[in-house]
């Protein structure tokens, strides 16, 4: 499966690509990271159909997490499963507005998050409309 991890921080994002690995779950297809550090990369792949999982980071400049969460699960066909990295635990109530599917916080935890994305990676296949 195809997971996108989204954040301007390349430390941010290597930290998350560790964090899932190749196989977050045991249960789960093996995953094929795509990194994006641009809002319009962003929103090109998950218009693509192409990605099964994202992983945003909230704290992104200038366009954050939260709102590109917001406008692809309003925009976006069979929008995949959106995993949210928040900074601040006051961030919650604005992961509740951008539709995120899941919020983890930071600094993170290498075995939430891996869960937290095996859990989403279940859902989307199950619920997958455009079959691959």
Do not use: F
């Amino acid at each position: 499966m195809r997971v996108l991890v989204y954040s301007d921080d390349a430390a941010t994002r290597a930290e998350v690509i560790q964090a899932i690995g190749r196989r977050p779950a045991a249960d789960v297809p093996l995953v094929e990271i795509v990194e994006c550090a641009t809002e319009p990369k962003v929103h090109q792949w998950l218009g693509s159909g192409e990605i099964d999982v994202a992983v945003l980071d909230g704290e992104t400049q200038p366009a954050g997490g939260m709102g590109v969460s917001r406008q692809a699960k309003d925009e976006v066909y069979d929008c995949p499963p959106i995993c949210l990295l928040i900074a601040r635990r006051d961030d919650r109530w604005l992961a509740e507005w951008s539709k995120a599917d899941a919020v983890v916080p930071q600094p993170l935890e290498p075995m939430v998050l891996a869960d937290t994305v095996a859990d989403l990676m279940r859902r989307r296949n199950s619920t997958r409309l455009n079959a691959k």
